[in-house]
């Protein structure tokens, strides 16, 4: 059977335990990264031997057999996605469920470092809108955050990003001590360059060699600073994640909060998460997951592979229940978020 034999069974809506329709998948597509955000990893990971990795091929039967079963949403993660070889074969191949019709939305998150090569053939294979993650604007403070990166091919990526038609959101994550001087700064220049930005809070994933209290800033706290100089309208815009967004008068721009931690989002998650490995979490902070590699390996046959999922997704968590403070400094999950898939 090949990959489109998925379409031969009969679909399965993907509902949880909690009527929650599963709708949205984040895909990692690779562990690796070339940038190491102080945050996400630390300095000296090990990466994965490439016979554990998915093929193109098999991340193409997994996204289509999802697609296949309601899910109208894909974001490529990683790792960073943009650093998978073929990459772009996989993006031209999945976008012909945008063709037709069965796919809303094919997106990535990205550290923009390789967007000045690929924006162009991204657009051209159907994506509208990118997640670029920036931090900061200080070329000294980014490569003190990324460890490798350099700042100006970042921004050269967000402008042949835009140059190319896609719009271009970007994501910060508020930073302790590190860039909580910086939020007006980036809320300005964001909008001011017709993008929206999401703050992040730091999650408590993966040991990175550091102390996680010392990073965490509740955005309840950078939220009250912004409202000391800015006007925040809250407002019912969705993009299907779990920000919520204020519209800043002043800008005219959007700003959406992540606060896994000040306020758990998980009554409305319509979202799993595939690692580069073919390992499904049904929830981003739980360790419960079911191996969709080998059932796709099993069988030339989509069957095995969507049996697994619909009894995976009859198994997700009503939430997670992430705690940073003094009696918890470790982290609350092993895995990075560069495993997971951010
Ligand atoms: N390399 C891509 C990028 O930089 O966007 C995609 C993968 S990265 C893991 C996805 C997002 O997760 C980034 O916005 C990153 O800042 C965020 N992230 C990583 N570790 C995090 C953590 N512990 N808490 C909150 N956000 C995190």
New binding site residues.
Partial sequence: MDIESATTLQPTELVDPFGRAISYLRVSVTDR?D?R?V??MSENMHFLPKQELLTLEELDRLCTVFVHNGVRKLRL?????LVRRGIMTLIGALSRHLIAGSLDELTL???GSQLPKFARELADHGVRRV???L?TLDPDRFRAITRWGELDKVLEGIAAAQAAGLRVKI?A?ALKGVNEDEISELVEWSHGAGMDLTI???????DIGEDRLGQYLPLSMVRARLAERYTLDDIDYRTGGPARYVRVKETGGRLGFITPLTHNFCESCNRVRVTCTGTLYMCLGQNDAADLRTPLRASASNEPLHAAIVEAISRKPKGHDFIIDRRHRRPALAR???VT??
């Fill in positions: 990264c940038f955000c945050y996400c993660t990683g790792g960073e996605p998150t990205t550290n997640n670029v993650s931090d994501n994550v992040i809070e730091v999650m408590p994933l993966g990075h978020m560069s898939g951010g």
